[in-house]
């Protein structure tokens, strides 16, 4: 783990090395500093190696650690205090260095890097002591920074059942108990029971993928420990009643108890609570959930038994039981082998491997799992797998996986270990999006770029390789086989934290955590907690690297002042879902900060004039004023905002380089005159309804892959931008989105569409033509959304005749539509089809297979 960080810090190290000239004897420090760490490095492999077991190991690796810290700490601050801004620092420093102020600081720093490399020299001679041998840095980054990237499975279901083992039976069972009731049509709650890492969770998914299409109404919701009886319900409420909700800063749990109970009083409804751990729960909710004796159906999934008896005594609790030794081997080869063909068989010589490891389990799916992902990493080698069943340290005698998930975090290289322990800062069941976490580690500093053409696609290998080894649970997926979100199970994010803790690269503050009074500097904190006294601020001071704040309702007194944090690199605030928005002042002073992330804050008067490092902007809900400055910002990489009156238009004539997603939504006027070479995703809104030429910015977007049009009330579209034939890449765009009305007496036509098009959406484009004939000819097409895109006056059925050859994923909601079929032959590859509750939906036989949902 200290790899990790010396190696970041050996690269923030070169951008004082490259001044050195301007810094006098300081920069030579700082290159004597640097060499040290370079011999250190040799040393590392050998170090972590050993450091399980080994308490003096432990405590060199983390004496080193200290040292890292304070050379960060130290560089940072000395940027801090002499104005670091931008690309043009070297001309700066010419200046200030020779200013009263700079050379204090500068004699300053020159004073703690002899402190430091005086230690890193007794760090490197301890080592002999220690047994730590060299090693070359050529032999350890070979191989490890070239991540292999697994094979992609495009799925838009939250569980494959392909790789579910031994829940067939289970799943019919529960099916069996929710569509029919032995007391007639009572409102019935079913109670899934088992110890941790059994597949509940997996098994309530498959039961709610096959049944919320019998019921009016339907959810599912993860219940943490510390779970939140007033968010509960307002999940429960349709998108529009929880906006409202929303304004009502003090409403009450009645209040919210009421609202469900009349939005389900006429609708037959299933509700699955996922991982209950209090039988108090149910007498919380069970008031909010009518009994209308229409067959309404309460599913929950518990490790506790008292949880089921207590909800519903007439229903007994079913208790889902471990895998027997047969389908234990065949889960385990499923994940050890994932690209080997069903009917293909284990290869002899590691077949009485695989029995002896399946075994160890004793029947724990998670276990099972993780040890695939193990193996799967090793490849079909007998030497390989024998030596994880002769060194992991098997003690499963309590069905305890901990010991597997330990090998797990082990076996991986140190940037994945980084990337692990970063898990430890997000909330219990939290959904992760994939892209906010790798814009974090990419912030962090977390991902080598060896052999790659961008950091991007090699933090998205770095996730793809944690999937792989089953290390976090992957939700969705998008039309390429990218990741799209993740869950962590809470015993891989036990470990997270523990590792986290025991490394001090992450502290966890919250009610169950014993990171609440920490005895050491805290380099990233993530606050979790419920209870609104819990003073953690006092433990979080200005060496704080990251800072993660989860419902921030009454912390702080309302109001966090950045200048307490001054060397933040990742500052990322989910604010109160009561809308007491957290008020953030100074934002400008945090000059290293790469990551910033809001959601439903309130900031007044903001500048971005001072934060020349910054590379990710994301702005959720609002309570923003326009800030000022953001386009000055030569780094920007990522700039997502909610409402565009929140930032201010791009000035005429600026080139922003390095920008590569600018998103939800900017207006056209705002940008239309900019410079973005590298622009990858684009968003647009029109309110206003009136349109500015497009020709100037389409032709500077070289590398637009994807782009967005969002038109309010459904106004007309230009054809330039249905048709965006300005695009100097155009034959290369992959996903197009246009909300709003097309020209008159302009149809679809494939051949005007991008031939590489992989997603195409259409919302209120009132079309007088069926547009299936046309689109069917697009074969790189795996996405198609239609939403009110056919005219109100449409008479008749929507028929697919032909084409779709690489359609996966059909959803068409339209009102208008009373039909639709599919002919023989057409989509082979449909795996999900989403309709509006009123289309009558007529499918061939090869494709009765496929999941219809209806909405």
Not at 514 to 528: E, F, G, T
């Amino acid at each position: 783990m200290a790899e990790a960080i010396v190696s970041v810090l050996s690269k923030l190290a070169v951008v004082i090395v490259n001044e050195a000239q301007f810094l006098g004897g300081v920069g030579k420090k700082i290159k004597g500093v640097q060499r040290e760490l370079t011999r250190i490095k040799c040393c590392l492999q050998d170090a972590d190696s050993k450091r399980k077991g080994d308490e003096r190991v432990q405590n060199w690796l983390n004496e080193l650690r200290n040292v890292a810290y304070r050379i960060e700490d130290a560089t940072d601050t000395f940027f801090l205090h002499v104005g670091y801004t931008d690309a043009r620092f070297s001309q700066k420093l010419k200046k200030l260095c020779s200013k009263p102020k700079e050379l204090y600081f500068r004699h300053k720093l020159g004073n703690e890097l002899d402190d430091i490399q005086n230690l890193l020299e007794e760090i490197s001679k301890s080592r002999l002591t220690y047994g730590i041998r060299d090693l070359p840095v050529e032999d350890k980054s070979k191989g490890e920074a070239n991540v292999i990237m697994p094979h992609r499975r495009t799925t838009y279901q939250e569980v494959d059942e392909t790789e579910v083992v031994g829940m067939q039976a289970d799943k019919n069972k529960i099916l069996e108990l929710l569509r029919r009731d032995p007391t007639r049509t009572r409102r019935a709650v079913i109670t899934i029971v088992g110890p941790g890492g059994l597949g509940k969770t997996t098994l309530a998914h498959m039961v709610y993928k096959s049944a919320r299409a019998d019921f009016d109404y339907h959810i599912m919701l993860s219940i943490s420990q510390q779970f939140s009886v007033t968010d509960l319900l307002k999940k429960m409420l349709p998108k529009d009643s929880t906006r409202e909700n929303q304004t009502v800063e003090n409403e009450t749990v009645g209040d919210l108890i009421n609202k469900v109970k009349s939005f389900l009083s006429t609708k037959r409804y299933l509700i699955i609570l996922d991982d209950v751990w209090e039988d108090d729960l149910w007498n919380q909710l069970k008031d909010a959930l009518p009994d209308d004796n229409n067959g309404s159906r309460v599913l929950m999934t518990s490790r506790i038994i008292d949880v089921a008896t207590s909800a519903d005594s007439q229903m007994n609790p079913y208790e889902l039981k471990y895998l027997n030794d047969s389908e234990s081997l065949d889960l385990l080869l499923k994940k050890a082998l994932p690209y080997q063909e069903p009917t293909q068989k284990c290869p002899n010589d590691l077949h009485e491997l695989a029995e002896k490891l399946s075994k160890k389990c004793k029947g724990l799916p998670l276990g099972l799992v993780v040890l695939g992902g193990i193996l799967s990493t090793k490849g079909p080698s007998y030497t390989a797998w024998e030596r994880v069943l002769e060194t992991i340290n098997w003690h499963l005698d309590s069905k305890d996986c901990m010991p597997i998930l330990a090998m797990s975090y082990e076996d991986m290289p140190y940037y994945l270990k980084a990337c692990f322990q970063y898990l430890a800062i997000f909330p219990e069941d939290h959904v992760i999006c994939a892209k906010r976490l790798i814009r974090m580690w990419i912030a962090e500093g977390f991902i080598p770029l060896e052999g790659r053409p961008t950091i991007e696609i090699m933090a998205e290998y770095c996730l793809e390789e944690l999937s792989k080894r089953s290390m976090v649970q992957v939700l969705s997926r998008n039309v390429n086989g990218l990741i799209k979100h993740i869950k962590v199970h809470d015993f891989i994010r036990d470990l997270a934290i523990n590792e986290a803790r025991h490394e001090n690269t992450v502290t966890v503050f919250s009610q169950a955590s014993a990171d609440n009074k920490p005895d050491r500097i805290i380099r990233r904190a993530s606050l979790q907690a419920e209870e609104k006294n819990l003073q953690f601020i006092e433990y979080v001071g200005p060496n704080t690297r990251s800072l993660f704040l989860f419902d921030t309702d009454g912390y702080f007194e309302r109001s966090l002042h950045c200048t307490n944090f001054r060397l933040l690199k990742v500052l990322e605030i989910v604010g109160s879902t009561h809308k007491r928005y957290l008020v953030i002042k100074s934002l400008d002073e945090l000059i290293h900060l790469k990551y910033l992330g809001l959601t439903e804050c309130n900031i007044k008067r903001a500048s971005f004039h001072g934060m020349k490092s910054l590379e990710t902007l994301e702005l959720r809900g609002r309570g923003y004023d326009k800030f000022d400055g953001l386009w000055t910002i030569s780094t920007l990489r990522h700039v997502l905002v909610e409402y565009p009156e929140d930032i201010q238009p791009i000035p005429k004539g600026t080139t922003i380089s390095n920008l590569q997603t600018l998103k939800w939504w900017v207006r056209l006027q705002d940008v239309c005159d900019a410079k973005l070479p590298n622009l990858r995703t684009l968003g647009i809104e029109n309110y206003s309804g009136k349109w500015v030429s497009s020709t100037n910015l389409f032709q500077t977007l070289r590398n637009l892959r994807k782009y967005c049009i969002d038109c309010y009330e459904y106004s007309k579209i230009p054809i330039e931008i249905v048709y965006p034939k300005a695009l100097p890449n155009y034959q290369n765009l992959q996903s197009i989105y246009l909300k709003g009305e097309w020209p008159e007496n302009v149809n679809v036509e494939a051949s005007l569409l991008p031939p590489l098009l992989i997603k195409l959406t259409l919302r209120g484009s009132l079309l007088n033509q069926n547009p299936m004939r046309e689109l069917g000819k697009l074969n790189s097409l795996k996405k198609l959304c239609l939403d009110d895109a056919l005219t109100y006056n449409w008479v008749g059925p929507i028929i697919c005749p032909e084409g779709f050859r690489a359609l996966q994923y059909l959803k068409v909601t339209d009102k208008n539509i009373k039909d639709l079929t599919v002919e023989e032959g057409v989509m082979p590859k449909l795996t999900y089809l989403q309709v509006d509750t009123r289309i009558k939906v007529n499918l061939p036989p090869e494709l009765h297979h496929v999941a219809v949902e209806r909405v």
